[in-house]
């Protein structure tokens, strides 16, 4: 007997380059094609992530208009009526108001929402969240089965703060395909060279959106007492986003500038790790910090922000240093101290956070437990 396949559709905000959108991607990607047929709907057309979407074996569709076009919202009602749509899967803010209503009216069996913002929209704009997005967040919940908070921190601020039910909360960390980042010493070189970085350079680099809450100013406000030190250092910063021109201006005006590289977003986030000798995550808050496991599986020493997520995966002292965020002298002096020590406290810190990655963030069982909850078993 043939058992039909069940129809699950991810609904997203976007493809600008960011944790949510890497993480759907890769779920996509690891779902058992044998059970699950699989519909990618986004709000806005993609601007990044091509061809991982193009190779995810689903089904992509733009939704056309502004993000909370009531024409929009019909026509999502519309494509799960007709496709049938067992489970609907909706990632960040606007796809969440839209994609649990319309999934509740058009017949979805089962509807789950990733938080992969956690208390970020409160820190931006603090009186639209109360008064607006967390009222909303818990009416939305009549319609959820469950929420997957990609941190303790996550589901902790969805239980106390915004007042979601304790057992429709469950948290479902962010995981790692960790041979993907095995490092390919044919990158350093191509990308070094590139990037007109000497091989003899000691590089410290950081992955992720060019925005305030990545704390890149405090990186590069960091580099001068850095370079002071130590010379030959080199920074780059992969990725885009608004605070470039900033960024460039801050490092010219600390005359750090000659040090720093801005290669701008690279889909193929694995070559970029072998370039750096170091990883630097500044962030002022992260609900999770995807890009720190990254690091840590591409065997990379790491120096972070205590925030959020991210103190769920970097034990201070033993896999990884923590400073507080937006303190330059901090980052600075974790930045020396794992350059300075490199064989006595770097290099064991980089074997323990290797066996962290590989133990708690595995991806195959991550994925399973997803597979579970769409199936309506227990996971």
């Known amino acids: 007997m043939i058992v039909p396949k069940s129809k699950i559709m991810m609904v997203i905000d976007n493809f600008d380059p960011g944790g949510a959108q890497t993480l759907l991607i890769d779920l996509v990607k690891g779902l058992n094609k044998d059970k699950f047929d699989i519909d990618i709907v986004t709000l ?40 049938r749509v ?21 017949g979805a069996k089962r509807i789950f929402s990733h938080d992969h913002s956690g208390d970020e929209y409160l820190r931006k704009n603090k009186w639209m969240a109360k008064l607006v997005i967390y009222p909303l967040d818990r009416i939305l919940m009549r319609f959820t089965d469950r929420i997957l908070a990609v ?5 902790n601020f969805n239980i106390s703060y915004k007042k979601i039910p304790r057992q429709k ?47 890149y100013r405090y990186l590069v406000e960091a580099a001068a007492e850095i370079l002071a030190e130590a010379p030959e250092t080199v920074f780059v910063i992969v990725g885009a986003g608004e605070e470039l021109l900033l960024l460039k201006q801050l490092a010219q005006f600390h005359g750090v500038y000659h040090a720093f590289r801005f290669p701008g977003f690279i889909s193929e986030v694995e070559r970029v790790y072998p370039v750096f000798d170091l990883f630097c995550l500044p962030s002022l808050y992260e609900p999770f910090g995807l890009v720190v496991l990254e690091a840590m599986a591409a065997g990379l020493p790491v120096v972070a922000s205590a925030t959020g997520g991210v103190v769920e995966i970097v034990e201070d002292g033993h896999n990884g240093l923590l400073v507080s965020p937006g303190d330059t002298k901090a980052l600075a002096r974790g930045i020396l101290t794992l350059m300075e020590h490199w064989v006595s406290l770097a290099e064991p810190m980089v074997t323990k956070a290797k066996q962290l990655v590989t133990t708690r963030f595995d991806r195959k069982s991550a994925i399973a437990r997803i597979e579970s909850l769409y199936l309506g078993e227990k996971a």
């Open 44 to 83: 806005r057309k993609p601007e990044a992530f091509f061809d991982a979407l193009a190779n995810s074996a689903a089904n992509v569709i733009e939704l056309s208009g502004g993000k909370y076009n009531p024409f929009k919202f019909l026509s999502l009602i519309r494509l799960i009526k007709n496709n």
């Open 86 to 106: 067992d489970v609907i899967h909706t990632h960040l803010t606007a796809s969440r108001f839209l994609g649990v209503v319309a999934g509740s009216l058009g």
């Open 151 to 155: 941190s303790e921190a996550t589901a």
């Open 169 to 215: 909360v469950s948290v479902f960390p962010n995981w790692i395909d960790v041979s993907r980042f095995l490092p390919d010493p044919n990158d350093r070189q191509e990308l070094r060279q590139l990037w007109q970085i000497p091989e003899s350079a000691f590089v410290v680099g950081s992955v992720g959106r060019l925005s305030c809450q990545k704390g």
